[in-house]
């Protein structure tokens, strides 16, 4: 299934070495991202001052997102039918393109020229926004984080905080530019008042209200959104049409499993007990009811995530529930921020999912920009093996592309190089046979004086090590330990 789609192609860019390169020589941008990955952090970290109890909460959220999945192709049948009963439409969307344009058609359907946008990552997948402009709808988000990177022209750069990498100062100075008859300010409260006087009438005056889903439930056919400013409700309530869109991996078979996940989610993500809203939603206006959408449409979108259920390990992948504290805690995200990666979804969750959408070829150095320590996989409130599936995609991108495999990863072998293979055969040789393994390290140790002195990025960004103080056998002398 060819899941590349014209609208990715032309924005994706793929180019994350010299931007990451970049980000590392742009110090406002690292003390910006290490001052707001520290306090998410210790957020987080006070919301579960109890181990046991975290562990188990991760226990069941784990159980809940493996058994939708296992469970995905009958739970997505059983999401339609209740849904059509409720009378939601369902669309099935194989690829970016065929999403927007079944929500361009919905658009046309009712000559709506404004769209008011609640967050949603998925949206951000497939640029809405740029396609919908160009047939001539406007599409203005609602979210004020995503109000912001909408005015500067810019993409998110952390999938729960899209403006993180802004400071106060720089979002003053862009509402004064950008929304009429604003003066600059750095005030958090006045800022955060400018946004919503310039949104307010958007509501208003928005033909369609278009939204994510954080979970859906198959058995009752209820869309389940999260959210802490309220525009998630106008949006949903507001317009006389509401289109949902969902990764069609974020189904769970009951209502009751979404409990567990409404707490780890917001405790995992920005640090809250419980976010400030919980929409349900489960059908369009009722006869007698005065408010609520006349129409609502969900339209699930694959792009790829089918390539990552055909594969029993990358599977995994689909746990995700979106939380971000991945990125929070990764060392490469905190030091170049979410920009650098190119894609939707930055950070150690997008260098598993990226491939399956984007294709190995575009994404294979994603998977390398990681040290591997683990930290990712130790925060992820579903337990998804970060590092473990990213050695996997380091795998198959150097994994001959001719080799026949179960489920071959579009680009597989993107990075595939017959010489660098034949060095490592003979590596992996010589570590097998004592004899050889000596001779090789005899003559290594005679030519170290030909290694090169400067190793590039390795000794341009790491603190240098500091010649100890004392010596070891001093330091155990004054703590009276034998030598
Ligand atoms: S991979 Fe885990 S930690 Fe990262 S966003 Fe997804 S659920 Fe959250």
Redo the contacts with the bound molecule.
């Keep these: 299934m060819n899941t590349q789609t014209n609208t990715q192609a032309l924005r994706f860019e793929p180019d994350f070495k010299s931007r990451a390169h970049d980000a590392l020589a742009d110090p406002k941008l690292r003390k910006s991202f290490r001052g707001a990955m520290d306090f998410l952090q210790s957020k987080r970290t006070a919301m579960f001052p109890d181990d046991a109890e975290l562990q188990a909460l991760r226990d069941l959220g784990e159980a809940v997102r493996k058994h939708a999945l296992a469970n995905l192709p009958e739970l997505l049948v059983q999401l339609e039918e209740k849904l059509s009963a409720n009378g939601i439409t369902v669309h099935w969307a194989e690829t970016a393109d065929e999403a927007n344009e079944i929500i361009l058609g919905i658009a046309q359907r009712h000559q709506a020229k404004r769209v008011i946008k609640g967050k949603s990552m998925a949206s951000e997948e497939i640029e809405l926004n740029h396609y919908l402009a160009e047939h001539g709808v406007n599409c203005v988000e609602a979210d004020m984080g995503e109000y912001i990177v909408q005015l500067a022209d810019e993409k998110p750069s952390h ?1 729960i905080m899209p403006a993180v990498h802004k400071t106060k100062a720089d979002i003053g100075e862009l509402f004064e530019d950008k929304i009429p008859d604003t003066h600059y300010t750095e005030d958090v409260d006045e800022l955060i008042q400018i946004g919503r006087r310039a949104l307010r009438h958007q509501f208003m005056e928005a033909d369609i209200g278009l939204s994510g889903v954080n979970f859906a439930a198959a058995d009752t056919g209820t869309l389940w959104l999260v959210e802490n400013e309220g525009n998630g409700r106008m949006v949903t309530t507001v317009p006389s049409v509401h289109i949902a869109i969902m990764g069609m991996e974020k189904v769970v078979a009951k209502l009751e499993h979404i409990v567990p996940m409404a707490s780890l989610l917001p405790r ?1 993500a920005t640090g809250q007990m419980i976010t400030t809203y919980f929409n349900l939603i489960s059908s369009p206006r009722k006869p007698g009811e005065k408010d609520g959408p006349k129409e609502v449409h969900l339209v699930l979108l694959d792009n790829g995530r089918t390539q990552a259920f055909a594969d029993d390990e990358l599977r995994a992948t689909l ?9 929070n805690h990764c060392p490469v995200y905190g030091r170049i921020g979410g920009h650098a990666y190119g894609t939707t979804y930055p ?3 997008g260098k ?1 999912i990226s491939p399956h959408l984007l294709g190995l070829r575009a994404t294979a150095d994603l998977p390398t920009a990681s040290t591997l320590c683990g930290a ?1 996989g130790e ?4 337990r ?1 093996p ?1 590092p473990q599936l990213l050695v996997r995609l380091r795998t198959e991108a150097n994994r001959n592309p001719h080799e026949a495999v179960a489920h071959p990863l579009r680009g597989q072998g993107a990075k595939y190089r017959r010489s660098e293979k034949l060095v490592w055969r003979f590596w992996s040789g010589a570590f097998a046979h004592p004899a050889i393994y000596r001779v090789f390290r005899w003559a290594a140790t005679r030519l170290r004086a030909l290694t090169p002195k400067s190793q590039l990025g390795w000794t341009q960004h790491r603190t240098p090590l500091k010649p100890a103080e004392k010596s070891l056998a001093d330091l155990l002398n004054e703590r009276g330990q034998p030598e």
């Design positions: 999938i995992s746990q995700c529930i979106r939380c971000g504290a991945c990125m950070g150690p969750i598993i990712c925060v992820c409130p579903v998804i970060i």
